[in-house]
């Protein structure tokens, strides 16, 4: 196991253990947590003797291998991740006007099938560990690309993996750590009620997203098949109740499918859900793969239904694809999983 997410003090034991002064855990902690570094090499106050040392008992990286795949227009850099299992994840750096996003996993692959989704075709794996989760972010600030916001809507459904990752935000936003504004972190979900209910019992109040994919229940259950055991009206009812408790705003993710849920009737529907939950609305065309049996909508669609949405004085905002060309767009993780699938 690496040492990334530990506290100090397990920290300072396990130097201790190793022989060292605890101090050296002090030293360690600031270079990985406040400088971005990674190696003990760059660890310049850190004696050769103790960084030769630190190298025996110790691993900071949660990763065996990190390879960068920049997108064409230079806006998105895709991570490939192997993981020390050898198991592959994806997460992806968003270039925003000052600062960077990173759309992280949670999981390797994932169980909950949404039928436009490329990581749902590729099947789930494992959940991914607490210091697997903040070393995404680690390697991207590593890089040199700071983050300053942080979306769990990269591989997996963050609310199947609740512990770890409230762990690795617990961690990640503490001022003794890497400081990240809590109000710079959102959690994505297909709408599980059961860890609805979870954050309403412990008082976690956070930026949520819930993807909608269509707003009526006989049509939704064909895109997502989650609807058979958590139905839209009852995710509602419970997203409404956690709403009503602090005063973050609900985003409702919708993925706009060609022959699916375009149509007046759908936007409509829609337009009734974000009103009840007083949530904005962030359309997405949908990022086609020839794996996926659909097809997005043209742009005369995705903006009829931006206005549509603003005339019900419904908030609006369409998400632009980015990096679509390296499969890092919203909905495309999990190439590297099917690459050799493919060849074979
Ligand atoms: S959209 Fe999210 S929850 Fe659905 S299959 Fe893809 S990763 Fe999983």
Redesign the pocket.
Known sequence: MSIIGLSLEQLKNKIKDAGMQPFVAGQLWDWIYKKNKLTFEEMVNISKQNQLKLKEVIEISPFKAVELLPSGEGRAIKLIITLKDNKKIESVILKERDYYTLCVSS?C??????K??????VGFTRNLEVDEIIGQVLVANSLGYHIGNLVF?????PMLNFDNVFEAIDFMTSLDTMGMSKRRVTV???GFIKNIQRLIDEKRYINLAF?VGHANPEKRVRL?P?EKKNPIMEVATKLHEYQSLHNRKLTLEY?LIDGMNEDDQAIRELARLAKYLDAKVNLINLNPHHKIPFKPVSTKVLHRARVFLEREKVPVTIRFRKGDDISAA??Q?GESHLAPKTAS
Not at 109 to 114: A, F, I, K, L, N
Not at 116 to 121: D, E, S, W
Not at 153 to 157: L, N, T
């Open positions: 999981q692959g994932c169980p909950v099938d949404c436009f989704c490329l990581t749902g075709i809507m990269g591989m997996g459904e994505s979900t297909s993807s997502m989650i993925t919203c909905g993780l």
